[in-house]
């Protein structure tokens, strides 16, 4: 009697498909993205590893929900488009949050922009939001951060908000470590001296 070869079936365990994917290193979701033959599961992957800190990061500075998707919109558009000249000197991670800090800035910058108040905004929407339910003193720390300059926010949100290493925050910004240590020295004085006034 001849014998039969049983061959291994193909996956079907979608969580184990899933926990695959997700345990992938930048390296991976890069060549995926770069091989053509997988570049809907490489963006996928990039998008499930990064929305969710990156749309933090932004909201840490713009404040409002849907500036904050927008603008993490624009990130990925971008991201979407120039992933072929990311040249892969700096890691995936700082790549994203420096172009997710610049629209931050660029944002921030703009003077359509200045000068508006999140809480004000809620109040008179109606929504309930996050930010409506912030203490007297979480509020007034909000504000102060929003007193700094935009790219010295910036330094400042990467650092406190989301722990990152100066070394890191050096990459995403351009800007050495000595420099971005006296930034965020200063900008913590700033906000001491706002919130003791």
Not at 3 to 29: A, F, G, H, W
Not at 68 to 74: E, G, K, T, V, W
């Amino acid at each position: 009697m001849d014998s039969i070869k049983l061959q291994p079936e193909k996956s079907v365990c979608p969580l184990k498909d899933i926990y695959n994917m997700v345990n992938r290193s930048d390296t991976e979701v890069i060549a995926l993205i770069k091989s053509r033959s997988d570049v809907e599961q490489g963006y996928r992957l990039l998008i499930s590893q990064y929305k969710e800190p990156l749309y933090w990061h932004i909201r840490r500075m713009v404040k409002n929900h849907d500036d904050a998707d927008d603008i993490l919109q624009n990130t990925f558009i971008k991201v979407f488009k120039n992933i072929e000249q990311f040249k892969q000197e700096s890691s995936l991670k700082t790549w994203l949050y420096r172009i997710a800090t610049n629209e931050s800035i660029s944002f921030l910058n703009n003077p359509k922009n200045q000068g508006f108040d999140p809480l004000e905004s809620v109040q008179h929407e109606g929504a309930v939001d996050d930010l409506a339910d912030y203490d007297d003193i979480h509020s007034k720390l909000n504000k102060a951060i929003d007193t700094l300059p935009a790219k010295q926010k910036a330094v400042f949100v990467m650092r406190y908000y989301d722990e990152m290493p100066y070394q890191d925050i050096a990459e995403i910004t351009g800007t050495s470590e000595g420099s971005l240590k006296a930034s965020f020295h200063l900008a913590v004085k700033k906000i001491e001296t706002y919130l003791k006034s």
